[in-house]
Each structure stands twice: as C-alpha cells, then as structure tokens.
Nanobody, 115 residues
Framework: QEQLVESGGGLVQPGGSLRLSCTAS????????MGWYRQTPGKQRELVAT???????TYADSVQGRFTISRDNAQNTVYLQMNSLKPEDTAVYYC?????????WGRGTQVTVSS
C-alpha cells in the first residue's frame, strides 16, 4: 500500500508561485499515474493535473499554461509547479496515485492565494 505525503502549500499573493511535492513510500512508484486534485468547502474534488509513469501529462483547462506537473521516479516524488496563482486556486490540494483499480490519497496541503 502506498503512503503519500504532500508538502509545499502555504499562503501566497495573487500572481505568485508555489511548488507542491508529494513523496510516495512504496517501491513501485513508476507504475502509478500520479495526479494532483483540489477541493474547496462544499465542492467536489476536482482534477488539476496528472502524469503517467512515462511522463505524459494532462491538465484541467483552468490551470493549463500556469501549472506544470512533473515526477522523479528515482525519488518517488511528484511535483506541481504553480505559477501566476489566482484567488480561485485557493483549495486543499491532494496527491493521488492510481493504477488500474488502486487509488491512494495523501492527506492534502492547503494553498491560499490572497493579498
């Protein structure tokens, strides 16, 4: 079973940047499609970005061109570089590891974009 630990959240002004990290505990990290999701109170969790084991990426329209997902299989870590942040990016960001029927989640890290 994978354990995922996120870090890097915090408070940032509009237009600023943050980088989130998520480190997995298992030894077969490279087989998982890794993703970042976010959730605000009263709303469903939504997909932000995913990256496959081979590096293929997908993004939500709302973050395309501003966010970049990447992974380091040697370090069992996935990153989310967030630039040009907007107040509407404020949410709890969750890391996800997906493989066929398996889904693992981190506990989340808060990102707040406010002046």
């Amino acid at each position: 079973q994978e354990q995922l630990v996120e870090s890097g959240g915090g408070l940032v002004q509009p237009g600023g940047s943050l980088r989130l990290s998520c480190t997995a505990s298992g030894s077969i990290f490279r087989i998982y499609t890794m993703g970042w999701y976010r959730q605000t109170p009263g709303k469903q969790r939504e997909l932000v970005a995913t990256v496959t084991g081979r590096g293929s990426t997908t993004y939500a329209d709302s973050v395309q061109g501003r966010f970049t997902i990447s992974r380091d299989n040697a370090q069992n870590t996935v990153y989310l570089q967030m630039n040009s942040l907007k107040p509407e990016d404020t949410a709890v960001y969750y890391c996800n590891a997906h493989y066929i029927t398996r889904d693992y989640w981190g506990r989340g890290t808060q990102v707040t974009v406010s002046s």
